[in-house]
């Protein structure tokens, strides 16, 4: 997973201002593009996952309007509610004082372990060492060689952007130049959900 760093408004023990990472900004897929990858991937027919999530919405919509917490496989949901006025006696509220004010999240386990089904670790987003990489081909090629021995005659491009620090679409790049030409080095195969790639 791509990150980048980003300051906090505190400070630390030293007295300088304090990082944390996230992931790097401007990484977005609209629903479309999910529902294409599960119509693809998962044998759904197109538009079934809108479909679904646009009953979901229905759904979750009419039992949250009358206070309901919903849990699903997805995570919990619960209304969110807020008074439009400073209360010091919880027995003068009346129904006009209180407001909908959105919709409250649980993720639960179930995206942490999805999640880690796929990562392969974290590289910061601007990697300074990217193009003295890309300028020495023979580290390049070493460390492919290096990733098709430790992963079973095979290499992905997740598995090389990670162990070699480049990003996903350089690391796929360099991967696809070396299936080019009379002296190629590897043939993409695809197996399941992604290309593997491996020696000639």
């Known amino acids: 997973m791509l990150f980048e760093m980003h300051p906090t408004p505190a400070k630390g023990k030293d007295g300088k201002i304090l990082y944390y990472p996230r992931p790097l900004s401007g990484q977005k897929i609209a629903m479309k593009g999910l529902d294409d990858y599960c119509a693809k991937y998962y044998g759904l027919r197109p538009f079934e996952l809108t479909r679904a999530f646009e009953a979901f919405i229905q759904a979750t919509g009419f039992y ?14 619960a209304p969110r509610l807020r008074v439009i006025r400073e209360i010091t006696d919880p ?4 129904g006009t004082d209180v407001r909908f004010d959105g919709v409250e ?14 990562l392969h670790g974290f590289r910061r987003a601007q990697n300074t060492n990217v193009q003295e990489l890309l300028a020495e081909p023979e580290k390049l090629e070493a460390k492919m060689r290096d990733c098709i021995k ?4 095979y290499v992905t491009v997740r598995l090389f ?5 480049l990003t996903y679409y350089s690391a796929k790049k360099q991967l696809d ?3 080019k030409g009379q002296q190629a080095k590897l043939l993409k195969t ?11």
């Open 161 to 165: 952007s990670y162990a070699t620090g």
């Open 150 to 153: 430790r992963y079973n005659g």
């Open 64 to 77: 949250l309007s009358m206070g309901y917490r919903i849990d699903t496989p997805i995570g919990s949901f």
């Open 91 to 94: 027995d003068d509220v009346k």
């Open 177 to 179: 130049a070396w299936t």
């Open 105 to 118: 999240y649980n993720s639960g386990k179930l995206w942490h372990e999805s999640v880690e089904k796929w």
């Open 190 to 200: 695809r197996r399941g959900q992604e290309y593997i790639y491996t020696e000639i």
